[in-house]
């Protein structure tokens, strides 16, 4: 069983809809920010580099790859959660996964759900900012598990 997959592939893609421009962090991975109604509002406020990378850290931390199947490097999952002010998820989240066999599209989406929930409360967001992280989605993207 692999702890974390982050260490595993140095190129585990992890996306995080957050607010209205996109951000490029330099994780050992690839991250990317953008709001779920993509504001272009230049005087919106925006999440802090260190506050994205809060969030991914406690994701991190909870994502456990439990099998190691040979087509999981072409799976795509889309987590889409929409928070409370405490940073809790409200109801169930919205899931969209493409590419692999069904048993790797079912394999991420138990590790990924697992982990997102593992990881709430999101307590480490500014509830000043509420606005913009409200709703998140999440794109874990593994093609980089391929090359």
Known sequence: ML???????KSFGI????TGAILGLAFPFDANSETADRRSDANSPVLSVAEVKAVRDAIERQFF???RLKDIGGVRLTIHIKLTRDGQIVGNPDVQVTGGSERAQKSLTDDG??????????????????????EVVFNFDTSALIQ
């Open 65 to 67: 790859i439990h099998s």
């Open 15 to 18: 996306y995080a809809v957050l």
């Open 113 to 134: 759900l697992r982990a997102v929930r593992r990881a709430a409360p999101f307590t480490m967001l500014p509830k000043d900012k509420y606005d913009v992280w409200k």
């Open 3 to 9: 702890r974390n997959p982050f260490n595993f592939a």
